[in-house]
T-cell receptor, first 113, second 113 residues
């Protein structure tokens, strides 16, 4: 299984809502990533987990809260988002944190009203 | 900081060879160069990775000169389905040694019939 799955595919939420994005991989990868991608821009790294521990937080606002319950799952909890947070949120995994060969999920298209 | 520069867009025709160059003047000594392909509303897909000289797989070739300050992705005999955005990726190493993958701005390739 060389697939990274993400749910939901689309999410519309208000600024006062709490929601979660989910990501799963069964490739035995030890590093997992969250990226944010705005239209016509490259993916921007948000968080990196290595061996289920948060390794990198790229100065992401606290309204985004990552969680890695186990080596196969990665969540992104959303609370009190702003309209400018609307974007495609991509999850990826790699063999380890030093590997540039990342496997990406299809993304969650988030719209904040 | 490692930073990459790519052409914003390129046009080609079916059956032609396409070469996309990425500049990465400050690449770290131990960093690899990785290229991804992304279709609209999908996650990026790994194409090829290299450290120096030439790497070839079933999809593309990657040419890296001795100084490693640039790299060229070569797509042989492109087809309409190769229309996509192509990203060059190198990384930075944070003060604690953590590796931070950084995407270039991407090159939008349009293949015409």
């Amino acid at each position: 299984d060389t697939e990274v799955t993400q749910t939901p595919k689309h999410l519309v939420m208000g600024m006062t809502n709490k929601k979660s994005l989910k990501c799963e991989q069964h490739m035995g990868h030890r590093a997992m990533y969250w990226y944010k991608q705005k239209a016509k821009k490259p993916p921007e790294l948000m968080f990196v987990y290595s061996y289920e521990k948060l390794s990198i937080n790229e100065s992401v606002p606290s309204r985004f809260s990552p969680e890695c319950p186990n080596s196969s799952l990665l969540n992104l909890h959303l609370h009190a988002l702003q309209p400018e947070d609307s974007a495609l949120y991509l999850c990826a995994s790699s063999q380890d944190q030093g590997s540039n060969e990342q496997f990406f999920g299809p993304g969650t298209r988030l719209t904040v009203l | 900081l490692a930073k990459t520069t790519q052409p914003i867009s390129m046009d080609s025709y079916e059956g032609q060879e396409v070469n996309i160059t990425c500049s990465h003047n400050n690449i770290a000594t131990n960093d690899y160069i990785t290229w991804y392909q992304q279709f609209p509303s999908q996650g990026p897909r790994f194409i090829i990775q290299g450290y120096k000289t030439k790497v070839t797989n079933e999809v593309a070739s990657l040419f890296i000169p001795a100084d490693r300050k640039s790299s060229t992705l070569s797509l042989p005999r492109v087809s309409l389905s190769d229309t996509a955005v192509y990203y060059c990726l190198v990384g930075d190493f944070a003060s604690g040694g953590s590796y931070i993958p950084t995407f270039g701005r991407g090159t939008s390739l349009i293949v015409h019939p």
